[in-house]
């Protein structure tokens, strides 16, 4: 596997080799940077395998794109083959994740794709969004801690206040592992300003 820098262009070549309706959409991801996949690859639980979970993540992280914002690595499919090709990004990882036989990781981004669907189909994504995804992958590159079960289930009922918890208890599980810096400077890279 190739160095957890290189996921998006891993994840390019990985999806033109595969020769199937979006390998034609298929484009080198230019200066887009693996911010979220370099996050979780900092981790001492992707110490093993860290170009893995970078593409693992970076993977989801293009899927989620494809859904609700501007992808980077499949552009220019129109809206049907997008939700398509989001939907095997998202599996995809999973099955990469499945592959290394990381439970946890499976189960932590398998919330991250459901409440990222409630989100924007309920408040539109945006802030809380972005929390979701600095916990969600923090917590795959530290482990999760009994907060962050808590910022999600709050998520889930629509506590105006879950963004902060995720941010904070993700915030101190980066600080715990040394990652407080790659926290906040993913942050920065996706468009999070914490309140």
Known sequence: ????????AALAGQLREDESVISP??????DAQPALGLLAAAGPRAAEARGEYALVIESVREGYLLHYGE????LGADADLALLAGDYLYALGLERLAALGDLDAIREL?????????LHDSQGGGQAANALWLASVTAV???????????????????????AMLWQSALRAAEQAGLGG???STAEAIGFQAQ
Request: aromatic share 0%; proline share 8%; net charge negative.
């Open 1 to 8: 596997m190739s160095s957890p820098e290189a996921a998006l």
């Open 25 to 30: 959409q298929v484009t080198d991801p230019e």
């Open 71 to 74: 992808p980077r690595v499949v």
């Open 182 to 184: 790659r926290l906040k």
């Open 141 to 163: 590159a530290t482990g999760a801690a009994p907060e962050h079960e808590e910022g999600k289930s709050a998520l889930r009922a629509a506590d105006a206040a879950a963004a």
């Open 110 to 118: 398998s919330d991250l794709i459901s409440l990222s669907a409630q």
